[in-house]
Nanobody
Framework: QVQLVESGGGLVQAGGSLRLSCAAS????????MGWFRQAPGKERVFVAA????????HYADSVKGRFTISRDKAKNTVYLQMNSLKPEDTAVYYC???????????????WGQGTQVTVSS
C-alpha cells in the first residue's frame, strides 16, 4: 500500500508555469511507476504523464508534449510535474497515481492521490 499526496496547484495566467509535487509514503520500497492524470469539469479523467521506477523512461499525452516534464526524486519518494506554457485548457484537477505495472499503463493505476486544482486564466 502506498499513500500519495499532491501539492503545488493554484491559479496561474496563460503562458505561466506551475510545478506539482506528489509525495509518496507507505510501502515505498516497492518499485512503483508513477504518473499524473487530470480531470476537467464535465470531462473524463485522462492520462497526462508517467515515469518508470528507474526514472529513465517517461510518457506524455500528446496534448502536453514539449510543455510538461515529469521527474522523480527517489531519495525523497516524490514525483514532480513541471508545467510550462500553460493554457486555459490545462485547467483541471490533477491527480497523482502509482502502480507496480510498467508504463504505458493499459488500465487505471492502483493508487491515487486526492487531487490538486490547477486553474489557468486567459
Amino acid at each position: 500500500q502506498v499513500q500519495l499526496v499532491e501539492s503545488g496547484g493554484g491559479l496561474v495566467q496563460a503562458g505561466g508555469s506551475l510545478r506539482l509535487s506528489c509525495a509518496a509514503s507507505g510501502r515505498t520500497f516497492s518499485r512503483y511507476a508513477m504518473g499524473w492524470f487530470r480531470q476537467a469539469p464535465g470531462k473524463e479523467r485522462v492520462f497526462v504523464a508517467a515515469i518508470s521506477w528507474s526514472g529513465l523512461t517517461t510518457h506524455y499525452a500528446d496534448s502536453v508534449k514539449g510543455r510538461f516534464t515529469i521527474s522523480r526524486d527517489k531519495a525523497k519518494n516524490t514525483v514532480y510535474l513541471q508545467m510550462n506554457s500553460l493554457k486555459p485548457e490545462d485547467t483541471a484537477v490533477y491527480y497523482c497515481a502509482a502502480d507496480e505495472a510498467i508504463p504505458p499503463w493499459r488500465r487505471p493505476p492502483d493508487y491515487w492521490g486526492q487531487g490538486t486544482q490547477v486553474t489557468v486564466s486567459s
